[in-house]
T-cell receptor
């Protein structure tokens, strides 16, 4: 069965620090990859997505992610975090054989001013 | 920007009662989903719905659960006889297919 792993459960950073959140998936076929963010009290919002093409994907609010097929990874990065980036971040995968999204357990990011 | 709306935002119910969670997906979307997130756990897939029928469901989606698209705009999740362990945040999502757009969620508290 497909699974998505997020290794960092809770990350605490100071403002201006760089961020990298890990995401690995287990599926041998073609995947679509997503990062969603959930700000406190709000719904899941799409940060960025990868379907095909350039494996380095740029999203909103200065976030980017790199798809490394050989490592089954889709890590999220941001060079300089802000206090407003405090949120829960979810990696998700969908496959071309189904129409559901498989979510990781989420990473809680706290940015200290 | 179009969004998925869910009502109510918080539903409190007694164990054994029926609840209906409501969702209005984005109007031109074709696939509809329900997910849930138990506090502190991952977001779990419940069911997907396409062309007026269930296309996939997880093992969580047992006979206590049902979905309906009664009028072409609403998409509902019914839990017939709620259990304590049904307490969770329930998210509705829709897609064209492709990117999933999620609602704000309904927090269900079963007492």
């Amino acid at each position: 069965a497909q699974s998505v792993s997020q290794h960092n459960h809770h990350v605490i950073l100071s403002e201006a620090a760089s961020l990298e959140l890990g995401c690995n998936y287990s599926y041998g076929g073609t995947v679509n990859l997503f990062w969603y963010v959930q700000y406190p009290g709000q719904h899941l919002q799409l940060l960025l997505k990868y379907f095909s093409g350039d494996p380095l994907v740029k999203g909103i609010k200065g976030f980017e992610a790199e798809f490394i097929k050989s490592k089954f990874s889709f890590n999220l990065r941001k060079p300089s975090v802000q206090w407003s980036d405090t949120a829960e971040y979810f990696c998700a995968v969908s496959t071309n054989t189904g129409n559901q999204f498989y979510f990781g357990t989420g990473t809680s990011l706290t940015v200290i001013p | 920007e179009p969004e998925v709306t869910q009502t109510p935002s918080h539903q409190v119910t007694q164990m054994g009662q029926e609840v209906i969670l409501r969702c209005v997906p984005i109007s031109n979307h074709l696939y509809f989903y329900w997910y849930r997130q138990i506090l502190g756990q991952k977001v779990e897939f419940l069911v997907s719905f396409y062309n007026n029928e269930i296309s996939e469901k997880s093992e969580i989606f047992d006979d206590q659960f049902s979905v309906e698209r009664p009028d072409g705009s609403n998409f509902t999740l019914k839990i017939r006889s709620t259990k304590l362990e049904d307490s969770a945040m329930y998210f509705c999502a829709s897609s064209l297919p492709g990117v999933g757009y999620f609602g704000a969620g309904t927090r269900l508290s079963v007492l």
